[in-house]
């Protein structure tokens, strides 16, 4: 599937690949066909690129395999990232921390995950970064539905959304680490947001249609976005545009009143311009 230069692409890893959708969520990556996320290129708070095109494999199409296990060669892959989940730092909200997202977003998945992700890629790296984990984690949920939350055990499911725009074990992340963080605030940097787009992704409705999705309140969603990043260098303001790709796992009705992040799922970044 093409949208705005995205497209979705076969679990082919290069180098600077963040292997998260192809470890721990190797069913949700079976839904959607199977990816990866590469680099092209590695500014510090975001992860970038996208693999070359391929079709997908026989498994990504068929239902007999079992998407809740692992394929050959991820084992290693999926104990690393386990062990970095069950030593995710806990975050909760300081003092001023962001708001939530409220009002008629919270009522309709198109219009929540639009506002999640213009909110979560809009960082000023002057305030603490602790601040955004906890504003993503306050925004989040757990589900149980198998295509989706893959080889995540029951008990570390409440540490997924953070992890899955905040851990850089295999690349770098959506939200940067705390070193690069505080680089971006002593350069007075902050990165705006606006959407593009918002896609239920058709390999989603299809798993839906056939049955294999049973919890009647996830859902999935391709966000295009702009990313603008502002930045005090070498005595002067400069300025970098990218194009951004987010897939993302989002729950809602019937199974919650309201919507609420589940887990990013696949990221993809294409510088656009400097000025």
């Known amino acids: 599937m093409t949208m705005r230069g995205f497209t979705f692409r076969s ?11 192809t470890g721990l969520l190797v069913a949700a990556a079976a839904v959607l066909g199977g990816h990866a996320v590469t680099s092209s290129h590695e500014p510090p708070s ?34 690393a ?20 997202i409220t009002g008629d977003a919270t009522t309709q998945p198109d219009l929540f995950a639009a506002e999640f992700v213009r909110r979560l890629l809009t960082q000023d790296f002057r305030t603490p970064r602790d601040a955004h984990l906890a504003w993503a984690q306050s925004e989040s949920t757990a589900t149980t539905e198998p295509l989706v939350v893959g080889l995540v055990p029951a008990d570390l499911r409440d540490r997924l959304a953070v992890f899955s725009v905040s851990d850089n074990g295999d690349g770098p992340a959506l939200v ?3 070193a690069a963080w505080q680089l971006l605030g002593s350069h007075a940097a902050y ?29 999935c969603r391709i966000m295009a976005a702009t990313v603008t990043r502002h930045e005090h260098v070498g005595g002067k303001n400069t300025t970098t545009r990218s194009s951004v790709s987010v897939t993302l796992n989002l729950e809602g009705p019937p199974t919650r009143p309201t919507w609420a992040f589940v887990a990013a799922v696949d990221v993809t970044i294409m510088p656009v311009g400097t000025s």
Do not use: C
């Not at 679990?11 to 959708?21: E, M, S």
């Not at 990232?81 to 939530?100: N, W």
């Open 176 to 178: 940067p680490p705390a």
């Open 191 to 219: 990165d705006t947001a606006t959407v593009d787009q918002v896609i239920e992704p058709l390999a989603w409705r299809n798993a839906v249609a056939a049955g294999r999705v049973t919890d009647p309140g996830i859902t």
């Open 81 to 100: 990232q386990l062990d970095r989940i069950r030593h995710l730092p806990a975050v909760s909200p300081p003092t001023g921390a962001e708001p939530m």
């Open 11 to 21: 679990p082919v890893r290069r180098l600077g690949a963040k292997t998260a959708a």
């Open 46 to 79: 975001h992860a970038v690129g996208s693999p070359p095109d391929a079709p997908p494999s026989p498994k990504a199409q068929g239902a007999t395999a079992d998407p809740t296990q692992p394929e050959q060669g991820t084992t290693a892959v999926v104990a």
